[in-house]
């Protein structure tokens, strides 16, 4: 079998379960990584499962405790059981890459927290997100952040360099949501900027992904979102990647576009600029001609050192599989160090938490049914 890293081949292997579903299409950086680890676990041999049904699981990681993630499969009141009452000798790690600065919720970060308080050990994808956390009182127990990013294998620039396509400096951005907190005042003001038929006949700007009702793009292009190779050839029509994302944790989006060669313009927001920083330009809204025009100027440079680029899920995963094959060979240690729990207020969440879920996704199936009767009326109309 072929292992990317000597190290984890000398590994032992483990039955790992993943409490997401793996979504098909387009959906977001976070499914992606849950689709890439899948296959490559399967491919270097463990056992993957995506429930807590099996009494023999060495790791369990969990990737969304909140109730109104539709695609996970359990959350941590699921794995307290599961440890209290099935298989105590299993390890619980979170992955957490979500938090209110990102989309200017009030609930996220508080309900992450407490429902983090037994879990053994924790993953972030930023050292922004790590700090947010930290600041705000969860747990200083053993964690790691793990920088992500896409598979090598369908994210590559096979031509030597990348070089500017024609006359016109054709400008990309691409998002699964259309949430404001995404760029989208950035990418108007680009789209209006275009209005001056001299800047439109020097720059254009393409945008991939889904928009809220009501939002217009006049002088720009969109492309409803894509996914894999007709993402990757999409992208590679263009000379350069914009994100205006703010507070992001980390994006997959800017990832995928720098592992095809393409310059980054960025803003100084959440954890972006751990991923970006060396490989395109900080932006804001006053200077973005300007700093095009620069990328522009020093394009070979820039794409020289794109060559580089580390944050692929390769590279991730050579991280990710030795820090769980270390838990999984120290699980003494942690289970040492564990809450006792006690057995009725475990059993009570539980229950608590299977008919949350249970009646959160009727009403996710609800809303979505209804949406398509109204949706089909209007058509009728």
Known sequence: MECINLEICLNSFMKISIGSNIIKGPYGGGNEFIRNLHERLIKDGHEVVFTLDDDDIDIILLTNPLKNSINSTFDNYDIDFYQKFKNPNSIAIQRINECDERKNTKYVNKELIKRNKNIDLNIFVSNWLKKIFIDQGIDKKGSIVLMGGPTIKLFNRREEQKKLIGDKIKIVTHHWSGNVMKGLNTYLLIDELLENKKLK????????????????????????????????????KHDIYITASINEPSGNHHMEAAMLGLPILYFNSGGTPEYCYGFGLEFNSENI????DEIVSNYDCFTTALKKYPYSFENAYVHLINFLNEA???????????????NVAVILKFIYSFVMRYFYKKYINTKIYLGRIKRYAAKVN
């Open 201 to 236: 006949d020097r720059y254009e700007f393409t945008y991939i992904g889904n928009l809220d009702e009501g939002v217009e793009f006049k002088n720009s292009k969109v492309i409803k979102p894509l996914y894999g190779i007709d993402l990757v050839k999409e992208l590679k």
């Open 289 to 292: 001609l300007q700093k095009i």
């Open 328 to 342: 999984h060979q120290n699980k003494d240690k942690i289970i040492k160090n564990r809450n006792n729990l006690n």
